[in-house]
């Protein structure tokens, strides 16, 4: 009797079962459902893996426009297989004292975590405007902690690399600045003369620091970190290798596609080879996507094109990248993570995120409504 009815239960089991599973797909432009079945709230997003879990961080948005301005700060989650999110809360907290750089009301994009694991502290960064003005400060932000999911205690902000000269500088930067160089240009493409050096924003920032935007962080093999970001009023990619305890600018850096206006850039390593994944520069609306490789960090970097392949691809499939992930454990598996924006309720933004396919050691992107890392590990098994 007891069996009879412990069989009647079965069904009813296996029903919660499967409910509790969580959904072993990524499935792009989706609504992500987080631990507590909310949308999960990380965008312009980056991930650590540490210690066998991977820790998405990211700007946390709020309803309306003005969640395109910091007032919570920056969010964690964890997981351990990249489909199911458990929130860990706000690693970064905005600060509510007027005087604070992070002030509730600024603008803080794109945070990324790094491990240092001399100091075995974890260290962000991240774009930071002032609050009320604009974009023009276009300052990195540093805060550290001493566990990956925060709190994280906001060190500095400040412009990089003042009083250090590019390791390609051009004769024309050293030159006197001459006194027609605006202090800001609007900062999108156009607003600037070209060619971009003949307004020798180099120089003119020499002194004060060079303008840092949308950003990125990149630890390569041996442990050197680099950042990258969107500088010279967004005309030009500069990378700054990093002081050993990824606190501040080692004073070496690299100018990248001078005037190509990219942002979004992604800095990842596969085979031996350098590769960026960025975007061009039009708000927050989307466009094509930039691929380049380039066999040292500090150039020379040769342009691929655009990676996105098929309908929507001029869109980069309606998405702007902000980090490529290698997958611990699989072979040749990286993640493009973009975010498909909707500022005027940004906390709706979309994550895209897609598998990265190598044609002849170029990047490519296909859409995809529903995908795993095991049906991309089968195609790519294929492939071979
Ligand atoms: C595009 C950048 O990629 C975003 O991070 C953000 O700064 C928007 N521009 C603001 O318009």
Redesign the pocket.
């Known amino acids: 009797m007891i069996i009879k009815f412990q069989l009647f239960l079965l069904p009813f089991f296996c029903v919660l079962f499967l409910k509790a599973q969580p959904n072993k797909q990524f499935t792009p432009g989706e609504i992500w459902n987080d631990n507590n079945g909310k949308h999960i709230n990380a965008h312009?997003g980056g991930i650590l893996y540490y210690n066998g879990t991977y820790y998405w961080y990211g700007e946390h948005k709020i309803a309306g426009k003005i969640g395109n301005s910091a007032q919570v700060g920056v969010s964690c989650y964890s997981s351990k297989d990249l489909y199911y999110w458990k929130d860990e809360s706000i690693a970064l907290k905005v600060d509510e004292d007027p005087a604070s750089d992070i002030t509730k009301g600024c603008t803080l994009?794109?945070p990324k975590v790094i491990y240092n694991a001399k100091t075995k502290k974890f260290v962000m960064w991240f774009h930071l405007e002032l609050k009320g003005k604009g974009y023009y400060a276009a300052r990195s932000g540093v805060a550290v902690s001493d566990k990956p999911e925060g709190p994280f205690t906001f060190q500095k902000s400040f412009r990089p690399n003042a009083g250090y000269w590019p390791v390609n500088v051009q004769p024309c930067h050293k030159k006197t600045v001459s006194p027609d160089v605006k202090d800001s240009y609007c900062g999108g493409k156009g607003c600037l003369p070209a060619p971009v050096d003949s307004v020798n924003l180099v120089g003119r920032d020499f002194k004060g620091g060079q303008m840092a935007?949308?950003m990125n962080l990149f630890v390569d093999d041996d442990g050197t970190a680099y950042h990258i970001y969107s500088s010279e009023e967004n005309s030009t990619l500069h990378i700054s290798k990093l002081t050993d305890d990824y606190l501040s600018y080692s004073g070496q850096y690299f100018r990248a596609f001078v005037g190509r206006y990219m942002?979004?850039a992604t800095l990842f390593k596969r085979n031996g080879k350098y590769y960026i994944i960025a975007?061009d520069c039009t708000?927050?609306a989307p466009n094509a996507a930039r691929s380049a490789v380039a066999d040292q960090i500090f150039g020379n970097w040769t342009e691929l094109g655009n990676p996105a392949i098929g309908t929507d691809s001029e869109t980069t499939f309606r998405s702007?990248s902000t980090y490529v992930l290698q997958v611990q454990g699989k072979k040749d598996s990286y993640i493009f993570m973009g975010d498909r924006w909707t500022p005027d309720n940004p906390i709706d933004g979309r994550y895209i995120w897609l598998p990265i396919t190598f044609e002849n050691d170029a990047p490519k992107l296909y859409w995809k409504d529903a995908w795993s890392l095991k049906s991309d590990e089968r195609k790519r098994e294929r492939e071979e």
Do not use: K, L, V, Y
Request: proline share 0%; aromatic share 10%.
């Open positions: 312009g994009e794109r935007r949308d942002e979004g975007s708000g927050w702007q």
